[in-house]
């Protein structure tokens, strides 16, 4: 039998609330965050997910420098339902800033607690303690304790309070150095991922899709894939299609002929891809205005406009979606996943099955990459839906390549177009922006209709659900950095969203930050350029904020960025800068650019400012990555598609960025010990895909305005210019 804990959902205290971080504030139990066992290891739990952002390390640094003991006693438990506080969904580069800042007030609190507790058992005053690696000294006296000795008789089972403030930055020892990541070891060399894991008796399984989005099966003759060797279970209701075997091979086998012998009703229901930009500004829209500003209106000495579009693109993980699910008696269900929400989808499971959420335990297990809302909650959810033919016993569901790639919700295609004017002195006097998209979050958990895929394939016939936006002030989602952090006098930025999903979408790592920056920050090099400005001057001009003055400064100065130099028709620089979110980390990124058959990005310099650095290396890592893969995206990616199919079904249909197109990256770290430490990753996507834009234009002398970078894409740039 699992065990099952209570529910966090509690009645907030406002007090608390105003006082303690919002992570710590809706999980104020001491004991969810940090246990100190008496073998001398501390654990600790968190809400967040590692998904390959290393957060597990920094978490583990964090925690260790409040409590003022080793980092190799810490040790980081995974996200279980059962025990780990909820914190929604791990997404927005917010762990550390948010997860990160309620663990440390955690710890904090935990650490007077123990320094309490000691004062009395050495009848000493609280300032004569000092702690060394979790022993507590009395100064001027032999005397000691230690966490574990303690461990027995402080009760962390007790509500965070919110009246110990966390250290200093002064006062950090761990924070700022570059500690080997905790995660790495388990990956290299043993079983680290949910694809691994292998439970006694272990069943394996395949789904059979339907070929399109929206067919439906009309008849199935399953007699030939029972027959098969190592079948245990075909499993059929509505459109669900999955067969059970005791070996993979076997279930692959079995799939393929169940797929054979299933006749579906396949409608033609998709937009033209040749004409998406037509598709995305035809469609009814929900109209918003972001931001207004009515100044003083400038004489326009150039007056531009341009149209900046983004295809649909995929998460293309390099590992298929994986999950393990076993169901006990009394429809008691244990589930292990990748899931970057394990406790919204654990309720989104109870919710379409009709179950109390406490009968369901979620288990988070790493998988092999994610960058957003991919397959791994819908392969959790098939593996929920084929284990129950087969109770007591674990199911291993593993999606197929082509199972990922025409399945998973891919980030919306949008257009973005531009209006500005420039006056004679080199001022910009007047921006316009137009967005048009979709909302970009679909996740479970967010609207009454579920969001995992194979409910909508079951007999009761769900409908998917609608896809939503977060509020601006949290950062947005299609509209996440719409607004410039420049300064115009007149401004106005509108975003024009639509229904209409023919292809499934959801969140893809920097929403709509991707193409948002890529047409503003293009936008003023196309300014800068009619108007005979150098674009990094015309960045400053209209920047006041000292941060993004010195992210754009740093990179310029390392990349040795010479004013008004042209391209020579083969090779080109140039830049990007944003805030993520108009709230988080400041990043400016320039890129250098070969042309030759096709696109390179040999090289990338880059400062950025996240304010507290918890670890160097770690968050180099990050920004490397965000760089690459924004790459990728940049010069490759494109999901394709027919009037009634996805085609984008395996790496010949997709291609990604190989390790030997992979840019240099030269990173600036610019600390901020006194500040909010920030995340990294998502921040990255928008200025590097402005600077590789740029860089482009300044090499040929001629602005691609449409994503990716293909050949065909620069050549029809080249027409349309004459």
């Known amino acids: 039998m699992i065990g099952v804990r209570p529910s966090t959902k509690q009645k907030l205290d406002t007090r608390a609330m105003d006082k303690l971080p919002y992570a710590l504030a809706t999980n104020k139990r001491l004991d969810r965050w940090l246990r100190i066992g008496a073998d001398g290891t501390v654990s600790v739990l968190t809400g967040k997910v590692e998904i390959g952002q290393g957060i597990v390390s920094a978490m583990a640094q964090m925690a260790a420098d409040e409590l003022d003991v080793a980092v190799a006693r810490i040790r980081m438990v995974p996200v279980d339902t059962t025990r780990s506080p909820d914190e929604g969904t791990t997404s927005g580069s917010r762990s550390v800033e948010e997860g990160g800042t309620a663990l440390r007030h955690a710890a904090a609190e935990v650490r007077d607690l123990f320094l309490q507790t000691a004062a009395r058992r050495l009848g000493a005053s609280l300032e004569s303690l000092s702690i060394d690696d979790g022993t507590i000294r009395v100064r001027g006296r032999d005397d000691t304790l230690t966490y574990w000795q303690l461990a027995p008789e402080v009760d962390l089972a007790r509500d965070a309070r919110g009246d110990i403030a966390p250290k200093p930055a002064a006062a950090l020892k761990i924070v700022g150095s570059s500690l080997p990541r905790l995660d790495l070891p388990g990956k290299l060399f043993g079983a680290a991922y949910v694809h691994d894991l292998d439970l006694p008796g272990m069943l394996h399984a395949r789904v059979v899709r339907p070929p399109t989005y929206r067919a439906r099966l009309d008849a199935l003759d399953a007699a030939p894939a029972q027959a098969l060797p190592g079948v245990v279970a075909v499993v059929r209701e509505g459109s669900f299609l999955g067969v059970i075997a005791e070996r993979e091979e076997q279930a692959i086998k079995a799939a393929r002929a169940l797929a054979a012998a299933a006749r579906w009703q396949v409608p033609a229901d998709l937009p033209d891809a040749d004409n998406l930009a037509e598709f995305l500004t035809s469609q009814p829209t929900d109209d918003d205005v972001l931001s207004e500003k009515r100044g003083p209106a400038g004489a326009a000495h150039i007056r531009l406009e341009s149209v900046f579009t983004r295809p649909y693109l995929a998460h293309a993980s390099i590992g298929p979606s994986c999950a393990v699910a076993r169901w006990h008696d009394g429809d008691q269900l244990e589930l292990w996943s990748h899931s970057q929400g394990p406790y919204p989808l654990r309720d989104e499971i109870a919710k379409i099955l009709g179950l109390d959420a406490s009968a369901i335990v979620v288990r988070h297990l790493e998988g092999a990459g994610c960058y ?162 150098d674009p990094v001057s015309l960045r400053l001009r209209h920047l006041r904020d000292p941060r993004a003055r010195a992210v754009i400064e740093r990179s310029v100065e390392r990349s040795g960025w010479q004013p008004g130099s042209k391209g020579d028709g083969q090779r080109g620089m140039g830049i990007g800068y944003a805030r993520y979110k108009g709230s988080g980390n400041y990043v400016a990124v320039v890129a250098q650019v070969d042309v030759g058959q096709s696109v390179r990005v040999p090289r990338v310099w880059t400062a950025l400012d996240c304010g507290r650095i918890v670890n160097p290396d770690g968050l180099v890592n990050q920004a490397e990555g965000g760089i690459v893969q924004a790459t990728s995206w940049t010069l490759k990616e494109q999901v394709r598609f027919d009037r009634s199919r996805i085609l984008s079904r395996s790496w010949e249909d997709y291609p990604i960025l190989t390790f030997a197109e992979a840019p240099r990256v030269d990173t600036v770290l610019i600390d901020r010990p006194e500040e909010t430490s920030l995340g990294v990753g998502e921040g990255m996507a928008g200025p590097a895909v402005a600077a590789i834009g740029n860089a482009l234009a300044n090499a040929l002398g001629i602005r691609v305005r449409d994503l990716p970078f293909t050949r065909e894409r620069i050549l029809a740039a080249m027409e349309r210019a004459g």
């Open 372 to 533: 957003g809302h991919n397959g791994a909650d819908d392969a959790a959810f098939d593996a929920v839906l084929l284990a129950r033919a087969v109770p007591g016993r674990a199911v291993r569901l593993q999606w197929m390549r082509e199972d990922e790639f025409a399945w998973e919700p891919f980030g919306p295609a949008m257009l973005v177009r531009m209006q500005g004017a420039i006056d004679g002195a080199g001022n910009i006097v007047d921006w316009r922006q137009d967005h048009y998209t979709n909302r970009h979050i679909c996740r479970p958990g967010r609207h009454p209709n579920p969001g995992l895929l194979a409910a909508w394939h079951l007999d009761k016939g769900y409908e998917p659900p609608p896809a939503i936006d977060l509020p601006l002030s949290t950062g947005g989602s299609s509209q996440r950095n719409a607004i410039p952090g420049y300064d115009f006098p007149n401004q106005r930025v509108v975003n024009h969203t639509f229904k209409a999903m023919p292809v499934r979408i959801s969140t893809l790592r920097a929403l709509g930050a991707y193409i948002n920056v890529f047409a503003i920050e293009s936008f003023l090099d196309e300014l800068a350029e009619r108007a005979g400005i």
